[in-house]
């Protein structure tokens, strides 16, 4: 069956999003929540592609261009909307698998989208064993001492709940005494991290914090009530909370923190000549529509940012 994303935001704003279940049916390559359906095929009919563009392809490093493909690794496990194993169990499709691919339609080249674990990512650029990390990476400060970062979305995190609980989230005070779950090596873990220094540093109950590698696990861990919420990324959030019905969103701001708009990115060694082509690319996509298409696609509309920008302000570095 091939069906394209159809997206459609509710009156209030507030986007509904199609659920990126583990196991989906065999019989069903697209996933319905209120009015919107996800192509979850591996085929991804309704994927946005643009025409290569010579003057920006012409940037690409030559060995890139000489190989003709752009190796792209992204986080492994189910964090749909954003990447996530399709019907098949085997391709990796989402926004990031999208936005990755834009980009090397743009450049002339052909995505080769591959998987690691979160920490093994940084690893594989830093050998130079792929060329870009696409996968909700934030720029911080400290990463931007290694790595050059070309920005394409809003980092913005959510606080998730079990749908019975009473937490109401004001500031971090709240958590105070809570059992939170994060991403090992994230920027959530960094901003939970602050959080609880500063809760401490005021007298309160420290938060125990409870690290998770994979998405499946933290859902059961909400949803058995073991967890008092978990701290991640804002789409991954609302497309858990609409779909399985077991959790509820409570809280959401900059993945940065109070004081700074977050920003995702794309992640490339420092100086390899790479990250120019890369935000030359996402500009294009940006002013001649198919970046907004992507966006649109995957209910990301929260998420969209008006310029792609080089190394720009990050996560401040910890103390």
Same mark, same amino acid.
């Given at each position: 069956?091939? $069906? ?12 509904l999003?199609a659920?990126g279940c583990? @196991?989906?049916e065999?019989?069903?390559?697209a ?32 060995? #890139?261009?000489?190989? =003709? ?20 169990d ?9 936005f990755?691919s ?10 080769? /989208? &591959?998987?690691?674990? %979160? ?14 990390? #696409? ?5 911080? @400060? ?16 959510? $606080? ?21 779950g994060?991403?090992t ?9 602050? %959080? ?12 125990? #914090?409870?690290?998770? &590698?994979q ?5 059961? /861990?909400?949803?058995?009530q ?15 909370? /609409? ?11 900059s993945?940065? =923190? ?13 100086d390899?000549?790479? #990250? ?16 907004? &298409?992507v966006?649109?696609? %995957? ?11 080089i ?9």
């Amino acid at each position: 069956m091939k $069906l394209s994303a159809l997206v459609a935001a509710a009156a209030t704003g507030v986007v509904l999003l199609a659920t990126g279940c583990t @196991e989906p049916e065999a019989d069903s390559a697209a996933q319905p929540a209120g009015s919107i359906t996800f192509d979850l095929s591996p085929a991804q009919s309704g994927r946005v592609r643009a025409a290569k563009v010579d003057a920006i392809a012409a940037e690409v490093p030559r060995a #890139i261009r000489d190989r =003709g493909t752009l190796i792209v690794t992204g986080a492994s496990g189910a964090a749909p909307p954003l990447r996530f194993y399709a019907t098949d169990d085997k391709t990796v499709v989402g926004s990031e698998v999208d936005f990755a691919s834009l980009i090397a339609d743009i450049l002339g080249l052909k995505l080769d /989208a &591959q998987v690691a674990d %979160w920490s093994q990512n940084f690893v594989r650029v830093d050998s130079g064993e792929v060329d870009a990390f #696409i996968s909700n990476v934030t720029v911080t @400060e400290e990463r931007k001492e290694k790595y050059d970062f070309a920005t394409y979305r809003k980092d913005n995190v959510a $606080l998730e709940v079990p749908i019975q609980s009473k937490l109401e989230f004001k500031d971090r005070t709240s958590l105070a005494g809570k059992r939170i779950g994060v991403g090992t090596g994230t920027n959530q873990e960094q901003l939970l991290v602050k %959080w609880n220094e500063q809760n401490r540093a005021e007298g309160l109950a420290p938060i125990d #914090i409870a690290y998770f &590698q994979q998405t499946t696990d933290y859902y059961l /861990a909400l949803a058995s009530q073991r967890l008092d919420g978990y701290l991640g990324p804002n789409p991954t959030a609302i497309y858990h909370a /609409a779909t399985a019905k077991q959790t509820k969103i409570v809280g959401t701001f900059s993945g940065a =923190g109070d004081a700074l708009q977050g920003e995702i990115a794309v992640l490339t060694k420092k100086d390899n000549g790479l #990250i120019t082509a890369v935000q030359h690319a996402l500009a294009h996509a940006i002013e001649h529509g198919a970046y907004q &298409q992507v966006i649109d696609r %995957w209910a990301l509309r929260s998420e969209a940012v008006t310029e792609a920008r080089i190394n720009p302000p990050g996560l401040p570095k910890k103390r």
